[in-house]
């Protein structure tokens, strides 16, 4: 699988396979003279379904979220955890107010000029302090903080990576399977209505007189 986190389009419209979905009639002894088919298209019901576009851009939120806070981790290597949470979580919310969201207010604007005012002074220390030669016992204690940080975020930034992916993973196949089962449910409840006893996806049927799928797509639309 590619990797989500560096592509976030690999989302959950993709994973729709091909599927026959049945809708037998229950306790209907002998079979009638004359079976009824219907076909859907499951790509135009993933385009149609509001649910698909729901999940599609939550899941893309997500992926967006999560490669945000380790780009902010990576820029800003010096600093302590705490502040690199609390910027990478103010540099969400900046993402979120420029894409219609919320706008940053003036006291989360005032910090996140702070902390990036903070994280370039570290970056400057650090590279002043490194060229010091004779660095005093004050200067060396810094540099052994400042160090000290720059390991620990590498070391941070390599398991969130992996847990975030295992997370992605997860979204993912949930997601797949829930509005798979609520495509199949609205395929159910659109053939037993009308009469039909099988349902072919289109991939399958190379023609189909009965083609349900804008009736799927207002079914599920629907809620009901």
Request: hydrophobic share 40%; net charge neutral; glycine share 8%.
């Amino acid at each position: 699988m590619q990797d989500i986190l560096r592509n976030p389009k690999a989302i959950v419209l993709g994973a729709i396979v091909l599927g026959v979905v049945g809708a037998l009639r229950a306790g209907a002894a002998p079979p009638e003279p004359a079976l009824k088919f219907a076909v859907v298209d499951l790509q135009a019901v993933s385009q149609g379904y509001n649910g698909f576009t729901k999940a599609q851009g939550e899941f893309k939120r997500k992926v967006e979220d999560y490669q945000t806070k380790l780009q902010t981790w990576r820029g800003t290597p010096y600093l302590p955890e705490t502040d690199q949470n609390e910027l990478s979580d103010l540099m969400i919310k900046q993402n979120a107010s420029q894409n219609g969201g919320a706008a940053l207010t003036a006291a989360d604007s005032t910090r996140l000029k702070s902390l990036t005012d903070k994280n370039n002074a570290a970056g400057q220390e650090a590279q002043t302090l490194q060229g010091t030669q004779n660095p005093t016992d004050a200067q060396k204690a810094r540099i052994s903080e400042l160090t000290k940080n720059y390991q620990a975020t590498a070391a941070r930034v390599e398991k969130a990576a992996k847990d975030y992916q295992t997370e992605l993973q997860a979204a993912e196949q949930a997601n797949t399977t829930r509005l798979m089962k609520e495509v199949r449910e609205g395929v159910s409840k659109v053939a037993k209505k009308d009469g039909f006893a099988v349902v072919f996806t289109a991939e399958v049927a190379l023609y189909g007189e009965n083609d349900i799928t804008e009736a799927v797509v207002k079914q599920l639309n629907s809620g009901k």
